[in-house]
């Protein structure tokens, strides 16, 4: 069974860093494109970040939201995809969860960005 | 990116009654390789979503067949045959045929 588990998530304070990670399995991973995608507490879903696979150079996309301070990335060999964030700020609150094309999804893991 | 609108934003239903949630794309979202990558998820209190029906129609395995989807192009609706009080919670479609990734906005579904 496909199976995503987020972790890394924490309290940090404006402007810092975090650095979360997902690992998959049940699933050809490297053939996957990943996203990360966000939910505000109270709010809906919203995609932060894409990868797509070797084939395609392991290109990345941003929402604007978070372009220039957000990095993804991936370990095909460990079937692990990741997110660093920089520069933090309280909008950037949210659960964060990883997902292939929105089929599968883990528990999340939360981000609280406060002083 | 593709929006996706979703109607109504909450729906009131007793158990046992039938309900429809509506999700219309700006554009259309059948693939060149002939398949509609239009999914409903369940986000129930608390939880991570859950997928329900993929692909427009096909339902997720495990998930009750009170669930079904319909639709194509731009125009896609989710119904619920007799709902129940485990179906609460809000429900998202989500498009994967143009990238990135689109979510509409999310139907709550209270139950009376």
């Known amino acids: 069974a496909v199976q995503l588990v987020e972790s890394g998530g924490g309290l940090v304070q404006p402007k810092e860093s975090l650095k979360i990670s997902c690992a998959a399995s049940?699933?050809?991973?490297?053939?996957?494109?990943m996203y990360w995608v966000r939910q505000a507490p109270g709010k809906g879903l919203e995609w932060v970040a894409r990868i797509r696979t070797k084939p395609n150079n392991y290109a990345t996309y941003y929402a604007d939201s978070v372009k220039g301070r957000f990095t993804i990335s991936r370990d095909d060999s460990k079937s692990m995809v990741y997110l660093q964030m920089d520069n933090l700020k309280t909008e950037d609150t949210a659960m964060y969860y990883c997902?292939?094309?929105?089929?599968?999804w883990g528990q999340g893991v939360m981000v609280t960005v406060s002083s | 990116d593709v929006v996706l609108t979703q109607t109504p934003p909450t729906l009131s239903a007793t158990i046992g009654q039938s309900v429809s949630i509506s999700c219309r794309s700006s554009?259309?979202?059948?693939?060149?390789?002939?398949?509609?990558?239009l999914h409903w998820l369940l986000q129930r209190p608390g939880q991570s979503p859950q997928l329900l029906i993929y692909?427009?129609?096909r339902l997720e395995s495990g998930v009750p067949n009170r669930f079904s989807g319909s639709g194509s192009g731009t125009d896609f609706t989710l119904k619920i045959s007799g709902v129940e009080a485990e179906d609460l919670g809000v429900y998202y479609c989500v498009q994967g045929t143009h990238a990135p990734l689109t979510f509409g906005s999310g139907t709550k579904l209270e139950i009376k």
């Open positions: 997902t292939a094309g929105g089929y599968n």
């Open positions: 692909s427009v129609s």
């Open positions: 049940g699933f050809t991973f490297s053939n996957a494109a």
């Open positions: 554009q259309s979202l059948l693939h060149s390789n002939g398949n509609t990558y």
